[in-house]
């Protein structure tokens, strides 16, 4: 398990323990029909992808930090960038930034709280697996 690893299933939506099957079954996150559809186990080593009721609950704290983060950036970017800062224009940018990421982010909320439950483990994946 290293940092790498978190990063990697994070960013692109794999099987934090093994690293090679897919969370969604569509990974185009802007395929809005299904964005939310999830597999419910790792269609590679097996892992279960909802261990409990509620379990992607928590997913709404990562989302947050996404939101305060954007939030920062497009704020600094505008600061700096627009010689006279005025709130509307920055708030209407900054909405239609989050909307433009929602879809992004909701997924890596989901990926990065599965992520903090689960570590890469290649050896488990054959343990479990059913193939
Ligand atoms: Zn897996």
Redesign the pocket.
Known sequence: MSFSHILKSSLTHK?P??L??NLYPDMNPYHLKHTTEMYSH?P????NFFPEPGYYYGAMYVSYAFTIAIGVAVFLLYFFLVPTFSPMPFLLLFTLILLGLAPYTFRTSRAIWLNFFNRYSPKQ?SLTSKK
């Open positions: 099987c323990r093994c090679e099957g790792c590679k080593c097996d892992l994946q």
